[in-house]
């Protein structure tokens, strides 16, 4: 059955109250900070292992006993393991701990209830192509061309369906007239970049180090992401309904493998968050030591599987940047990230506060403003202190050809 956000039976009086009860339970669990301290950190993450109880998720092939809610539960409790024995400052809340039902947006209720700093919604996939393989991660998207939901989105808002007055419970998120949607819309766009960026790092440990096909980042109004008021991503971690990434997802060295692929790219976030956050708060200051304990089973080599490259028509998507300014031929350069809107604003002083040099990237239909393009550290430090007096939250990247590259390596390559 198609299914469209916008597409919602009538309601009834009663039912319309129930549905605001459970919008204000969802805006009564926001962070009260429009915007986290700088040095926050990341330091409660919430996992959720998709379905569960009367709801089984995706069938699969039929051959197997357990279903899509059963490994989203293994893999969702491996992640679990190993943040919390690898990053002890790290605290794992998974949304069930037992094979039970719970509403959809119930689960960003929890989030948000638990002033989550990252939300991960655990799931596999499923398609009438049986040939149909590969990961995918999803953010939420909202703009009027992510309305339309592709084959993943339809299922996994099917849940839906299982709820008790399943339509009241999510009318009023479709709906875009309140303030309160419009603070929620605020909240979410704040949080796109980061949930682009996690979303982002797990598609690349997937496809770099267990060797999965990468389907990419893709942005989609998706119920269970609808309430979150953090960076909340979305993953499918393969097809149970082609017999070769079923046989992978259902075997012990596929869960671990996913699971520590999902726990690396978590932890590549949380480095680069605190390293930023320790940027902009104190210079020099240094990060918590983290020892791994043991380390999962996910070596710097991808590994083989049984998976086989079958010819499929949906081409890989990974991501891309689009430059949408100057062509100065630097190869490194230091920049300071100022704003980032769904706005494309033309980079001129009076829409930024007086600065000059300003300029920007498109991503995902999101802008990123930078001010300056400079070569030595010293000078982009020097910028980066004058344009702190008009963006708080300013910081600084570094880039190799336009691409975003790890701030410490471009430092110490910097002339
Ligand atoms: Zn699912």
């Keep these: 059955m198609f299914m469209c956000l916008g597409m919602v039976g009538p309601s009834f009086k009663g039912i319309k109250i129930a549905g605001l009860a459970v919008l204000f339970t969802?805006?009564?669990?926001?962070?009260?900070?429009?915007?986290?301290?700088?040095?926050?950190?990341?330091?409660?993450?919430?996992?959720?292992?998709?379905?569960?109880?009367?709801d089984p998720g995706n069938l699969g092939t039929g051959r197997y006993r357990t279903r899509e809610k059963d490994v989203s539960f293994d893999v969702s409790a491996l992640v679990k393991k190993y943040i919390e024995e690898n990053l002890p400052d790290t605290k794992v809340i998974l949304t069930r701990d037992d094979d039970r039902f719970i509403e959809l947006y119930q689960r960003t209720v929890i989030a948000n209830r638990a002033n989550a700093d990252v939300f991960i919604s655990i799931h596999c996939?499923?398609?009438?192509?049986?040939?149909?393989?590969?990961?995918?991660?999803?953010?939420?998207?909202?703009?009027?061309?992510?309305?339309?939901?592709?084959?993943?989105?339809?299922?996994?808002?099917?849940?839906?369906?299982?709820?008790?007055?399943?339509?009241?419970?999510?009318?009023?998120?479709?709906?875009?007239?309140p303030a309160a949607i419009i603070a929620l819309r605020a909240y979410q766009d704040a949080f796109l970049e980061q949930s682009i960026s996690i979303a982002d790092e797990i598609q690349r440990q997937f496809e770099g180090r267990v060797k999965r096909r990468n389907r990419g980042v893709k942005q989609q109004p998706l119920a269970v992401l609808r309430g979150s008021t953090m960076p909340a991503v979305l993953v499918e971690l393969g097809f149970l309904t082609n017999p070769?990434?079923?046989?992978?997802?259902?075997?012990?060295?596929?869960?671990?493998?996913?699971?520590?692929?999902?726990?690396?790219?978590?932890?590549?976030?949380?480095?680069?968050?605190?390293?930023?956050?320790?940027?902009?708060?104190?210079?020099?200051?240094?990060?918590?030591?983290?020892?791994?304990?043991?380390?999962?089973?996910?070596?710097?080599?991808?590994?083989?599987?049984?998976?086989?490259?079958?010819?499929e028509s949906i081409a890989a998507a990974p991501s891309t940047v689009i430059n949408v300014a100057i062509e100065d031929g630097l190869t490194l350069h230091f920049s300071v990230q100022i704003a980032v809107s769904r706005n494309d604003l033309p980079c001129l002083p009076e829409n930024f506060k007086g600065l000059e040099s300003v300029w920007k990237q498109e991503q995902y239909g999101l802008y990123k403003y930078f001010c300056g393009r400079l070569t030595t550290f010293t000078e982009a430090e020097a910028l980066k202190e004058e344009v702190l007096e008009h963006y708080p939250d300013a910081y600084l990247v570094a880039f190799e050809k336009d691409k975003k590259i790890d701030l410490n390596e471009a430092k110490k390559r910097a002339p």
């Excluded at 493998?257 to 976030?269: C, F, G, N, W």
């Design 244 to 311: 070769g990434e079923e046989d992978f997802l259902q075997s012990t060295q596929g869960k671990e493998l996913l699971a520590s692929a999902i726990y690396r790219a978590v932890k590549e976030y949380k480095f680069k968050r605190e390293q930023r956050d320790a940027g902009i708060q104190t210079e020099g200051s240094s990060l918590t030591p983290v020892v791994e304990n043991s380390v999962p089973p996910v070596s710097d080599k991808p590994t083989e599987t049984s998976v086989e490259p079958i010819p």
């Design 125 to 177: 996939n499923a398609n009438d192509n049986k040939t149909a393989y590969g990961t995918e991660s999803f953010v939420l998207g909202m703009g009027e061309k992510d309305q339309r939901l592709n084959k993943t989105a339809q299922l996994e808002n099917a849940a839906r369906l299982l709820e008790e007055n399943w339509e009241s419970n999510y009318e009023e998120l479709n709906t875009n007239n």
């Design 26 to 54: 969802v805006l009564a669990a926001f962070n009260p900070r429009p915007f986290r301290a700088a040095n926050a950190g990341v330091n409660i993450i919430v996992i959720d292992p998709g379905h569960g109880g009367k």
